[in-house]
């Protein structure tokens, strides 16, 4: 009787459809169908600035030229990075926003950048 684990690795790689690289004109053409929905996903959901969103999504697309797998899903890898890389944005902004507010170096007194604070962590 074969032991789980040969089975399921036996499973999965049957499972994994081998696809080469994309032609310039399905790269383009997936670049159109995906980013502006990645955009608008950093936008909504991670409650970015729509210029912040768009530097996101163009980072996840340089970091998909060098470290996509060419058997992965394209768009779902991308979600993910995407979603990684909001993350430690706003991470990064709070952390900022923290230490100015530590140092008196917030504009506009020490009231605005409370609350500059505490809309930054509550989303």
């Not at 992965?72 to 230490?99: C, E, F, S, T």
Request: zero cysteines.
């Amino acid at each position: 009787m074969p032991s789980r684990g040969s089975r399921g690795a036996a499973a999965s790689r049957v499972a994994e459809p081998v696809r080469g690289p994309m032609s310039d004109e399905e790269l383009d053409r997936f670049y159109r169908q995906i980013y502006l929905p990645l955009v608008r996903r950093a936008t909504w959901k991670h409650h970015l600035e729509r210029d912040d969103a768009r530097d996101i999504v163009q980072d996840a697309f340089v970091l998909a030229l060098t470290r996509l797998k060419p058997t992965g899903n394209p768009k779902a890898w991308l979600i993910q990075v995407v979603d990684h890389l909001a993350i430690n944005y706003r991470r990064r902004a709070i952390r900022r926003a923290n230490l100015a507010q530590r140092w008196g170096l917030a504009d506009g007194g020490s009231e605005s950048s409370e609350k500059e604070v505490a809309d930054l962590s509550e989303s």
